[in-house]
Each structure stands twice: as C-alpha cells, then as structure tokens.
C-alpha cells in the first residue's frame, strides 16, 4: 500500500494547525473564538475531520485541488456551531457530513446532528474584513489553490 502523498499530508497537518491556532477561515470565523466548542467534545473534533475528509479532492497524482473548499466548508459548520444565527450556503448535503467506519457512512451523533441541522436549514452571513495578525506571518493557502505544497512553503509549529 502506498501512502498519502506529501501534497495531502502537507493539507491535513496544515488543517489541523489552522484548526488548532483558531485561524481556519479567519474571515468567516472573525473574533469567533471556536476552539472550546470543537474540542470540547470528540464528536465535534470528529465532524470537523469527517468534513474537510469528505470535501477535500485529489488528483490521479493525488495532488489536493480544493483546500481552501474543504477548509471552508468546515468554518461553515463550526460557525454553525457557535452562532445559532449564522446560516449556511449552500445548506450541507449528506455526503459532506457523512461519518465514515470502515467503508462504512455512520449517522453522527445527537450532539453533532444539532449543529448539523441548524446548518442545513441557514443562509450565509455578512463575512468580516479584519483578519488576525498571525495571517500576515503564515499565509492560510486559500480556496481553490492551484499550487502543491511544498517543504519550503509549510510553517513551523
């Protein structure tokens, strides 16, 4: 078996930094201070990783074509989380939410079908213009980058 290419694993460890410094989408998620929702539970954490997984696209090279859309779609989903008012567009379709076990898609937990259905019934909110400091320092890759990752180009933790 081969294993993930440097493109994808440079995507994921990225995600979880941006997820873990509370930059993931610092427009949507502007002032919004989500980390204590995330992790606070696993199934949050969970769903989070089930998003960006389900969204995230590669290549026959298994080069990543939409980081920034995965990313995106999971600010979606945790403001969702953390302002009742915030609505989502275009709603979640069940493929992007879906948990997955062994080949198998599992129903999320109550806690997370909550979040989930706010998020599938709302309209998107006005995005903020001010981003965090830290975005001039370590640049977020962005939606729809075209550019593969490389060693030079990835922050230091």
Not at 74 to 102: G, K, M, N
Not at 115 to 141: F, I, M, Q
């Amino acid at each position: 078996m081969e294993h993930l290419s440097a493109d994808l694993r440079a995507s994921l460890r990225l995600f979880a930094f941006y997820l873990a410094n509370g930059t993931i989408d610092v427009e949507l998620l502007d002032e919004v201070d989500y980390r204590s929702t995330v992790f606070h539970s696993g199934s949050s954490l969970e769903q989070v990783f089930a998003i960006y997984g389900n969204v995230l696209r590669v290549d026959v090279d298994a080069m990543v074509l939409n980081d920034g859309d995965a990313q995106y779609r999971v600010a979606q989903w945790i403001r969702a989380c953390c302002d009742p008012s915030y609505r989502v567009e275009p709603p979640f379709e069940a493929w992007e939410t879906e948990l997955h076990f062994e080949g198998r898609a599992l129903p999320p937990p109550e806690s997370v079908r909550d979040a989930l259905g706010r998020a599938r019934t709302t309209s998107s909110a006005t995005r903020a213009t001010t981003s965090p400091n830290y975005v001039a320092t370590h640049p977020h890759p962005g939606r729809n980058r075209a550019a593969p990752f490389t060693d030079d180009a990835l922050p230091l933790a």
